[in-house]
């Protein structure tokens, strides 16, 4: 449904997207995540032909956006990083005017704005503005408007930004009976469990590159992290001599916690433990889990903040 290839895009010298491939087929929800300024929204931009990439190209369903006018452009349903409202009208006034914008009239309109606003759990406050609305409220309908169409292609950039739990996940629950009657879906986050619950695959994306593109279950296999282990530990560790001496991938030490990427858990831990001890850390506390998509992440984009 949608076919992504080397797109790049320059603000002056600022390379917002250097090279990011990707692909979704109908049915399919395909995660692009990255931290702040990674690209997303750019990219997010160029695949519905609202930025011209430098260089590059999208297909949607095997056709380029030529211009506005290209009908392929119709079978996209955008929710933007922004909120992008009419303030002067009610939900169900802002919905009817997406719809109409589409072209769509009469009861196939009324049932489509009544469709949505239930989607979104906003049929109570049909008639309210948005600016009488939470920010949570606003995100909501900022969703129902890009569904109005019934387009083939969903992309939400963040769509879920300051909603509460309880509407996060009708949304999701949602989402996914949108992608079971085969919706091709990008869905743009920081967060991983999002993904990790929604994602068939995940892009991610740093600094305007593709860093990984795969399952959730490859990506954390490819980690190499099989296990993370957190411990409660006297003094401080000289972690660059641990992650030199020892099987560790990442070591980290904040007060007295001290988090360790493990490969082989088996084969590693014991030599830690010994390693540990004969420095004089006395371990108060150990436990360890699975590497999650959030260690991915982290492992792939490092911990330094972003613009
Ligand atoms: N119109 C623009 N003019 C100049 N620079 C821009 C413009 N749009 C984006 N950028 C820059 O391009 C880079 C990528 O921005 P983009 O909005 O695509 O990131 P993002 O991954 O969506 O980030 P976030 O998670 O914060 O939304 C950033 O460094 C940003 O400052
Ligand atoms: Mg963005």
């Not at 999701?172 to 869905?187: C, W």
Request: aromatic fraction near 4%.
């Amino acid at each position: 449904m949608l076919i992504v290839e080397h797109l790049a895009k320059s603000y002056g010298a600022k390379q917002a997207v250097i090279d990011v491939s990707l692909s979704v087929g109908a049915g399919e929800v395909v995660g692009l995540l990255g931290p702040n300024g990674a690209g997303k929204s750019t990219t997010v931009a160029m695949i519905c032909g609202l930025v011209a990439p430098d260089s590059g190209r999208v297909l949607i369903d095997g056709k380029p956006i030529v211009d506005d006018d290209s009908p392929v452009k119709r079978r996209i349903g955008l929710v933007p990083q922004d909120i992008s409202l009419f303030e002067d009208f009610g939900a169900r006034g802002n919905l009817e005017l997406f719809g109409a914008l589409y072209g769509i009239k009469g009861s196939l309109l009324k049932q489509r704005v009544d469709a949505a606003l239930e989607l979104v759990g906003l049929t109570e406050r049909a008639r309210d503005k948005p600016s009488s609305y939470s920010g949570g409220m606003k995100r909501r309908l900022n969703i129902a408007a890009a569904l109005i169409h019934d387009p083939d292609l969903l992309i939400l950039d963040e769509p879920t930004v300051g909603i509460d739990p309880q509407s996060r996940n009708a949304i999701f629950d949602n989402l996914e009976a949108l992608a079971a009657s085969g919706k091709a879906i990008v869905y743009t986050t920081h967060y991983m469990e999002e993904v990790e619950r929604l994602a068939d695959r995940i892009v991610i994306v740093d600094h305007g590159r593709v860093v990984a593109s795969d399952t959730p279950a490859v990506l954390k296999r490819a980690l190499g992290n099989t296990g993370v282990v957190v411990l409660e530990i006297d003094g401080t560790v000289d972690v660059a001599a641990l992650l030199l001496e020892s099987g560790v991938t990442r070591a980290e030490q904040r007060e007295e916690t001290l988090t360790l990427g493990i490969a082989d858990l088996g084969a590693s831990l014991p030599y830690v433990l010994t390693w540990l001890a004969a420095r004089g850390h006395a371990v108060r506390r150990i436990t360890s889990s699975q590497a999650n998509l959030e260690d991915v992440f982290l492992s792939l984009t490092g911990r330094q903040l972003r613009d």
